[in-house]
């Protein structure tokens, strides 16, 4: 199992940075393949970006391409997601998720075993 905590959120003006972290503790996390999403309320979770367990692939929704980063460090059991000019729209609780089937990266939420709490991002305009 893997034990997800997401941090780094908060308000942030549009055209504004935040560094989300979530540290991951438990089974090898340097095995699972890792997703970011987000999610507002009353609409479905959203998928942002994955990461292969290396580092060595993304995939990015298009909706964030060219504004956020994801980036991992398996000696600190973390991945990281970096967003850069922000939208009022990008308002949502952030999550990150794990996934052990290193197959493929997946944007399917359905396919991720382990989530965080979660972590909330305003942005005002």
């Known amino acids: 199992q893997v034990q997800l905590v997401e941090s780094g959120g908060g308000l942030v003006q549009a055209g504004g940075s935040l560094r989300l972290s979530c540290a991951a503790s438990?089974?090898?996390?340097?095995?699972?393949?890792m997703g970011w999403f987000r999610q507002d309320p009353g609409k479905e979770r959203e998928f942002l970006v994955a990461?292969?367990?290396?580092?060595?692939?993304?995939n990015y929704a298009d909706s964030v391409k060219g504004r956020f980063t994801i980036s991992r460090d398996n000696a600190k059991n973390t991945v990281y997601l970096q967003m850069n000019s922000l939208k009022p729209e990008d308002t949502a609780v952030y999550y990150c998720?794990?996934?052990?089937?290193?197959?493929?990266?997946?944007?399917?939420?359905?396919?991720?075993?382990?989530w965080g709490q979660g972590t909330q991002v305003a942005v005002s305009s």
């Open positions: 438990g089974s090898t996390f340097s095995s699972y393949n």
């Open positions: 998720a794990a996934r052990g089937d290193g197959s493929r990266l997946s944007v399917s939420p359905y396919e991720y075993e382990y």
């Open positions: 990461i292969t367990w290396s580092g060595s692939h993304t």
